[in-house]
């Protein structure tokens, strides 16, 4: 099993900055896919970002150059720095782990069976 703890998520106004943190704990060994899904009520979570543990990431069109997703392996934690910030960004933030050296590429939640309970980011106009 493994634990996820997101932190870092608040109010901020469009064109700030927030950055998201996600604590991993358990059974953190082996290679690993992690991502960062946001939801608002009544939609379906999207993914955001994602990263390998060798270090390759892929982002959702709609955060490419504001969003970035980043990692400490020594301290098991996962990152997303959110810069130009929109209130269209306004969500539920979760991240999300799936043991294996590989990221989809769509980013699709299916494809990850360990979630965090969520932090709420809203972003006002």
């Known amino acids: 099993q493994v634990h996820l703890v997101e932190s870092g998520g608040g109010s901020v106004q469009a064109g700030g900055s927030l950055r998201l943190s996600c604590a991993a704990s358990g059974s953190t060994y082996g290679t690993y896919c992690m991502g960062w899904f946001r939801q608002i009520p009544g939609k379906e979570r999207e993914g955001v970002a994602a990263i390998t543990m060798s270090g390759r990431t892929t982002y959702a069109d709609s955060v490419k150059g504001r969003f970035t997703i980043s990692q400490d392996n020594a301290k098991n934690t996962l990152y997303l720095q959110m810069n130009s910030l929109k209130p269209e960004d306004t969500a539920v933030y979760y991240c999300?782990?799936?043991?294996?050296?590989?990221?989809?590429?769509?980013?699709?939640?299916?494809?990850?069976?360990?979630w965090g309970q969520g932090t709420q980011v809203t972003v006002t106009s």
């Open positions: 999300a782990r799936e043991h294996g050296d590989y990221c989809d590429t769509g980013i699709r939640a299916i494809t990850f069976g360990y």
